[in-house]
């Protein structure tokens, strides 16, 4: 080999090695991937008041431990659990439970967001939609007011009507509290296809003030043992 040849050759030679010796060196760094399957859940027509739930299952792909830290949603109507933790090549969890109370008669999209620390997708979102039927043909939650003078009459009445889906009577009544309130379930009235329920409300409250209580009507049909009243008393002293 030529002297021009051979000194080309000690210097690739020598390049060639410190570049062994820093890639010898050099970690690969690792990072999570979040993956889910199925990010979509519709659910089965259900009545209002009964709870939807699901789990969608949370795959880490990559090859470092994925962290959930954080699962939102866009109502105060959902609640989760979710797996913190999940191994490279694991599986874990994001459990949702739907409140459907408020939405009796509508087609629902509520949407779910996962954050976690996978760098290249942070911000995962979920979608948990379906139908919720009415179960009264009344609004839900069922509210009533009473507002009046301290010493006088004060009463107001709230009326509850069985959907042709989903008929039921109501069994009994009674209050969360003492002393605020006394109920009575009048005489229902028939309505085109069946009964009407109408519940009498009068204040027991001799001093003014606020106060919050709640009517519970047990019914007979097992989907919806329970229906709830709100009542909000506001009474004032007379001028």
Known sequence: MKKGGLIIYFITSLFVAIYDVRGAGRVVEKHPAIFVPQGTYEFETVPAGKTVLHDFIVQNTGDAPLIIEEVESDCGCTTMDFSKQIPPKGKGKVSVQLNTIDYGGNFITKYVEIFSNDPKKPVTSLIINGTVDKFIEEAEPVFAHLKGVVGKKIETEVTL???????????????????????????????????????????????????????????????????????????????
């Open 161 to 239: 009507t069985p959907t042709k889906k989903y008929p039921f009577k109501i069994v009994n009544l009674k209050t969360q509290k003492e002393n605020n309130i006394d109920v009575i379930l009048n005489q229902s009235g028939q309505v085109t296809g069946g009964i009407k329920y109408m519940i009498k409300i009068e204040n027991l409250r001799n001093t003014p003030g606020h106060y919050h209580d709640l009517i519970l009507a047990e019914t007979d049909n097992p989907i919806r043992p329970e229906l709830k009243i709100f009542v909000y008393g506001e009474i004032r002293k007379e001028k």
